[in-house]
């Protein structure tokens, strides 16, 4: 790979963006570069989903997400076509609009602003600690597995006042859900089995069910003896003078549970590639962490872009670019896209933590932007930091990417460290 280039090989161009196929090579940034270019708000023909409108441009995937009045996210945030029952049944912070989203998001939002997260960076930084005492001592191991995967969760744990010792079934919950299209996790493949019987379950994964008495159980104990943690807040909090119904907070914390941990695991995995893959970029932020870390954390977070892509609904007849659009019309923000965008960004394609300004579009922006991305944010830098502090180097193997078209994961990845 030539020095600093992102995704040596980018795909092919004509490439089927809604199958979950093409993105077990990687996300297909030719087919994106060329909508950009070409058709930046294009038609996509599908025939299982009632097709959208493909939003590839930075500037238009902010004018999508921060105009909640011309088009909304009550009828879904996925391309998946849903029926009303399937709406409400599903519906959570995400699929609601202002003033509701507003109201169910300031629930939880204290736990998570920028000053009260930097609170949680002494507890992460031990935890990641002890994982890595114990797991870098092996010299070679899957660090999806062994690292990447356990430390979010666990964090999570922490945050909802859960167990800690139920984090592997909660990851495993998890992954049967928002990793739906994967063999490796459900025999539920979301396009290759009848789902028809879980259609009023997150993610039309049975899966939920499994989360669901878990909330449930935790619900019950938290009702009896409330404690200072999320869970509680939840189940005491009334956002419209009542409190939330049980499958409103069952659903609320099943959404808490994937978000708080799939994400981030993917984005540090991601991150281990690129620096294996740029020694210059490694040894730059090996030579100075505290004056590298907040733009190298950024920097990763545009590159790996992990949530690939959210849904509004049109509200009317409109246009996005000068492109008519239906009033009904789907219309899809592929955020990987914006942040390859290089009308945004100069040399998208070139991975460079020193750049800035990064206004990359990884958490969304707007009214439903990520409310766990300072969290995020602290576990990205706060694990680099850590892992960089323990090596002299390490060396990569060849990453097993999961199949979806919605998340950009990696299932495993073989390491081999050399400790300092």
Not at 14 to 33: K, M, N, Q, V, W
Not at 327 to 344: F, I, L, P, R
Not at 348 to 369: A, L, M, S, W
Request: proline content about 5%; hydrophobic content about 40%.
């Amino acid at each position: 790979m030539a020095a600093n280039v992102l995704h040596a090989d980018l795909g092919d161009p004509e490439a089927d963006i809604t199958s979950h196929d093409t993105y077990l090579r990687g996300f297909p940034h030719a087919a994106f570069r060329r909508l950009r270019e070409n058709e930046p708000v294009s038609w996509v023909d599908d025939s299982a989903e009632g097709g959208f409108w493909a939003v590839t441009k930075h500037a238009d995937v902010i004018e999508v997400s921060r105009d909640y009045n011309r088009f909304t996210a009550s009828r879904g945030i996925r391309i998946e076509e849903m029926a009303d029952d399937e709406l409400e049944a599903r519906r959570t912070l995400m699929e609601f609009d202002p003033p509701d989203h507003t109201r169910l998001r300031r629930l939880v939002q204290p736990g998570f602003t920028p000053k009260v997260v930097t609170t949680y960076e002494s507890a992460f930084r031990s935890l990641v600690g002890h994982v890595l005492d114990d797991v870098l001592a092996l010299g070679e191991f899957d660090f999806v597995t062994e690292i990447a995967r356990e430390l979010p969760i666990r964090m999570l744990c922490r945050l909802l006042g859960v167990p800690e010792s139920d984090s592997g079934k909660m990851v495993d919950w998890g992954d049967q859900m928002i990793s739906n299209a994967d063999p490796e996790y459900t025999p539920v493949i979301i396009d290759k089995v009848d789902t028809e019987e879980y259609r009023l379950l997150p993610f039309r994964s049975p899966a939920a069910l499994e989360i669901f008495r878990y909330a449930e159980d935790i619900a019950l104990e938290r009702r009896q003896e409330p404690r200072d943690d999320i869970i509680t807040t939840l189940l005491t909090a009334e956002p419209d003078g009542e409190p939330l119904t049980d499958l409103e907070f069952k659903n609320f914390f099943t959404l808490m549970m994937v978000a708080g941990n799939e994400t981030t695991r993917h984005t540090i995995s991601h991150g281990l590639v690129y620096l294996d893959n740029h020694p210059e970029q490694l040894a730059t932020w090996m030579a100075d962490p505290a004056a590298s870390s907040e733009l190298a954390t950024e920097e990763i977070l545009r590159a790996s872009s992990v949530t690939m892509h959210f849904r509004r609904t049109a509200t009317e007849d409109t246009e996005i670019r000068g492109v008519p659009v239906a009033a009904g019309d789907k219309v899809v923000m592929w955020y990987t896209s914006a942040n390859y965008d290089d009308e945004q960004f100069a040399d998208p394609f070139t991975f460079d933590i020193t750049r800035e300004p990064n206004n990359h579009v990884t958490f969304g922006t707007g009214r439903h932007v990520c409310l766990g991305a300072s969290l995020a944010r602290l576990e990205v830098r706060v694990f680099f930091e850590e892992f960089l502090s323990r090596v002299s180097g390490f060396e990569v193997g060849e990453p097993d990417r999961l199949r979806s078209n919605f998340i950009s994961g990696i299932k495993h990845l073989p390491v081999a460290v050399q400790l300092r």
